[in-house]
């Protein structure tokens, strides 16, 4: 399985992003994919998770501004940021777990949120 994430940038405060990992390989009929955050000096976090039949968890403080989606016909899953604040500078990094085995990470993308 491989898992590429896109759509990060540098983005001023209040402003949107809307991230996208793409899933290719044997993603399994059924899988969680998360997207997690890690800023300088910190631990990965997990900031949200959708299953395939489109179960979704929020965690921490994007509920409420951020949305987890996923089109499964194009094996995609997004994350879209609103109203993002500079505490949600980080690299992002979308991790997609079957029911069996080792999950999977894709590459980070950096999202900067500063003026």
């Known amino acids: 399985v491989q898992l590429q994430a896109s759509g990060g940038g540098l983005v001023q405060p209040g402003g949107s992003l809307r991230l996208s990992c793409l899933a290719s390989?044997?993603?399994?009929?059924?899988?969680?994919v998360g997207w997690y955050r890690q800023a300088p000096g910190k631990q990965r976090e997990l900031v949200a998770a959708?299953?395939?039949?489109?179960?979704?968890n929020y965690v921490g403080s994007g509920k409420g501004r951020f949305t987890i989606s996923r089109d499964n016909a194009k094996n995609t899953v997004y994350l879209q940021m609103n109203n993002l604040k500079p505490e949600d500078t980080a690299v992002y990094y979308c991790?997609?777990?079957?029911?069996?085995?080792?999950?999977?990470w894709g590459r980070g993308t950096q999202v900067t949120v500063s003026s």
């Open positions: 390989g044997d993603t399994g009929s059924s899988n969680t």
């Open positions: 959708i299953t395939t039949d489109l179960a979704t």
């Open positions: 991790r997609l777990a079957r029911p069996y085995g080792m999950p999977f």
